[in-house]
């Protein structure tokens, strides 16, 4: 589908003005407010991870509220139920004073989910969730039910305290576009984080998007141009992060136990899109790969007992890899 000019100005602007409005209550975290917005327009999901106090919450209820969306949260604990997060049947009574059955929707029932600290969840209730985030349907009270539009999870994680936590399986992983690491604030940001809140000031965030408008640049996303080279270079890499390929290299052979999958290559082109849209282009470039290549494979390749004993940087290899195979002699 072509696009005019005049659209693609405007989806540009209507980008930009949700940046800069979230990065308004959200401090020095610019690249990760940026792959969670490119995660919006590639229609994905996000695992965002980093230790508690860092803002995770406040930049989900600041997207919430600059792009109009229907925020729902959910505090995972160890005994939380399914049923507590896609809904039940429960006992209704009318006026009369009759009763009857009806469904009860979960919290799930939003355009934009909050699920905090998944892993502590039971595998059971994570399960829950895999229908939710790969086939935007519920199967509740013997029916299955047709989720907002846009539907998107963002699940947060603490990576350092690992006490009655549960580690998501690959097959759960999976469903999420990217995974966002949130880094420590330097010093300047750390003063101005504390100077805006710990004064009698708020920061009132105004709304810049529909969510009617957000499905449009979820289209517009899809639609951005990808040359044949560049989709044969992503092929060619994803088969050079497979152990068992013959022309691996060596650190791949012996360093991962098992490499990217399809659909680790299909969220790589769509999160570039996401990407190159932001940026204010509408083709993929490799440039675009490079920049979303660590935050859309890092959850789906495993480093093998060896790599993992002597301490292998995996987000390097994995950069190392794709600039040796998809990136070398190419034209941006």
């Given amino acids: 589908m072509t696009h005019d000019?005049?659209?693609l100005d405007?989806?540009?602007?209507?980008?930009?003005?949700?940046?800069?409005?979230?990065?308004?209550?959200?401090?020095g975290q610019q690249e990760v407010i940026d792959q969670l917005l490119i995660a919006l327009l590639a229609d994905g999901h996000v695992l965002l991870e980093g230790a508690p106090g860092l803002g995770k919450t406040l930049l989900v209820r600041s997207l919430a509220e600059a792009a109009g969306l229907d925020l729902s949260r959910i505090q995972f604990t160890p005994d939380l139920m399914p049923a507590d997060i896609t809904g039940t049947t429960v006992l209704l009574r009318d006026e009369e004073g009759r009763s009857s059955t009806g469904f009860q929707p979960g919290p799930i029932f939003a355009q934009l989910l909050l699920a905090d600290e998944i892993n502590r969840?039971?595998?059971?209730?994570?399960?829950?969730?895999?229908?939710?985030?790969?086939?935007?349907?519920?199967?509740?009270?013997?029916?299955?039910?047709?989720?907002?539009?846009?539907?998107?999870?963002?699940?947060?994680?603490?990576?350092?305290?690992?006490?009655?936590?549960?580690?998501?399986?690959?097959?759960?992983?999976?469903?999420?576009?990217?995974?966002?690491?949130?880094?420590f604030p330097d010093e300047d940001i750390l003063d101005a984080v504390l100077e805006l809140t710990t004064g009698s000031d708020s920061v009132e965030l105004k709304q810049v998007?529909?969510?009617?408008?957000?499905?449009?640049?979820?289209?517009?996303?899809?639609?951005?141009?990808?040359?044949?080279?560049?989709?044969?270079a992503v092929a060619r890499f994803i088969l050079a992060t497979q152990p068992d390929d013959p022309e691996s290299s060596a650190d791949v052979r012996r360093y991962i136990r098992f490499g990217v999958s399809p659909r680790g290559g299909?969220?790589?082109?769509?999160?570039?899109?996401?990407?190159a849209l932001l940026q204010g282009r509408y083709n993929v470039?490799?440039?675009?790969?490079?920049?979303?290549?660590?935050?859309?494979?890092r959850h789906r390749f495993q480093l093998s007992f060896e790599g993992q004993a002597e301490g292998i940087d995996a987000d390097k290899l994995l950069?190392?890899?794709?600039?040796?195979?998809?990136?070398?002699?190419?034209?941006?």
């Fill in 5 to 7: 000019s005049a659209e």
């Fill in 10 to 27: 405007a989806a540009l602007q209507s980008l930009q003005e949700l940046r800069t409005e979230i990065g308004r209550a959200v401090l």
């Fill in 121 to 183: 969840a039971t595998p059971k209730t994570q399960s829950a969730l895999l229908e939710a985030m790969q086939e935007r349907t519920v199967s509740a009270a013997g029916q299955s039910r047709k989720l907002p539009e846009p539907f998107f999870v963002l699940a947060t994680q603490n990576p350092f305290e690992m006490e009655g936590t549960y580690v998501l399986p690959e097959a759960q992983v999976d469903r999420f576009l990217l995974k966002v690491l949130v880094p």
């Fill in 209 to 232: 998007l529909t969510s009617e408008r957000l499905l449009e640049l979820q289209t517009l996303t899809r639609d951005v141009p990808v040359a044949s080279h560049i989709r044969r």
């Fill in 266 to 275: 299909q969220s790589l082109l769509l999160a570039a899109k996401g990407h």
């Fill in 285 to 297: 470039s490799f440039t675009n790969l490079e920049a979303m290549l660590q935050p859309a494979l």
């Fill in 319 to 332: 950069l190392d890899v794709f600039r040796a195979t998809a990136g070398a002699g190419t034209p941006a």
